[in-house]
């Protein structure tokens, strides 16, 4: 965890203009909460400089965003100060609640232990409570798995596997899709180079030859009108706590 949030510190300069898928599967999952449901106590988790917060104003009752990194939270305080924010770890929640709504975008495929933290989060909600979340999913970066599979930044689960997280933790599932997203980047160099902006940075040093032939490869094999593409798929889910 400490390794995840020192690389989301080191990336708060360069994610907001890096964030476009981030963004898009943000916007999706706002969609899965109405605006006449939109109260009540709310903690978002993994918030970071509050792509989905924002798309979740305007709020009725008090709305807590948090993330584990100060300098996300100081970003997040300086673009959305309508609402409050925490540095705050995941894995504590219990002390938050209790709360009507948990939100997490794109945060749990980050932590080594998202059963657990699903459970803490389950015992954090009222009776009735809803859990609405977004992950990513395997198939992300599907272009640069086949290419330079040493490359990716963290061992993707699938649907059936995050469904099974969920269920297990004490939620019935309501709703769940899978959600896929097509990002163009003039080149791989600029599309490496916005992977380590938004922090995403690969999980083992690739040698200097190894990664220009995989480069030339990229571009080879994945162009498209206006660059090359990369892949981005999600999963998301709004659960009841049981």
Known sequence: MNEVVEKFDRSVEGYEANCAPQEALAAELARWVPYEERSGFAIEFGAGTGLFTR?????????????????MVATGIRLCPIVAWLQHDAQNA???????????CNLLQWLDNPAEILSGWRDLLKP?????????????FGELQQILPEANPLT???????????????????????????????????????????????????????????????????????????????????????
């Open 128 to 140: 009735g409570g809803h859990l609405v979340i977004a992950v990513l999913l395997e198939g992300t």
């Open 156 to 242: 993707w689960r699938s649907a059936g596997a995050w469904s099974s997280l969920v269920t297990q933790a004490g939620f019935a599932i309501e709703r769940a899709e899978i959600w896929q997203h097509l990002e163009i980047y003039p080149s791989s160099l600029d599309f490496l180079r916005s992977v380590h902006a938004m922090g995403l940075a690969p999980r083992h040093l690739v040698g200097p030859g190894r990664l220009r032939t995989a480069l030339r490869k990229y571009d080879g094999q994945y162009a498209i009108a206006g660059g090359v593409r990369s892949t981005w798929r999600g999963w998301l889910a709004r659960a009841a706590a049981d």
């Open 94 to 104: 219990q002390s938050l609640g209790p709360a009507d709504w948990v939100f997490a």
């Open 55 to 71: 798309k979740m104003q305007p709020w009725c009752g008090p709305y807590l965003a948090t993330d584990a990194s100060a300098q």
